[in-house]
């Protein structure tokens, strides 16, 4: 099975690095981030991404901007906004991403 790779944009780096440490633990995930839109944005352009992550911090005008930036080099991303606690983030995300099929 290849691992799913999962793009985390926050604004917090400390949260960040927290979520990542928990994408990067699951055995089927690699997680990449970044606390900028343009960043994001390029890291996109340059890698195929199966889920963009968006935190609790973004403000809307960006995540208008980086959803329409990521399904336009991939349209079968997944855009994940996730406002609840750590604590449920892998499940939540494990429930957003497609069954891989037998």
Known sequence: MTKKQILVIGRHQETMEKVLHLIN???NW??????????AIEM????TFDMALLGGGIEV???????AAFTEKNPDIIIFQHFGAIGTLIS???AAMPKEAA
């Not at 690699?30 to 960043?39: A, L, P, R, V």
């Not at 005008?61 to 959803?67: F, N, P, Q, V, Y």
């Open 30 to 39: 690699i997680g990449k981030g970044s606390i900028t839109d343009e960043n």
């Open 92 to 94: 939540d995300m494990e």
């Open 25 to 27: 633990a699951h055995e």
């Open 61 to 67: 005008e960006s995540g208008i901007k980086l959803r």
């Open 44 to 47: 996109c352009n340059n890698n």
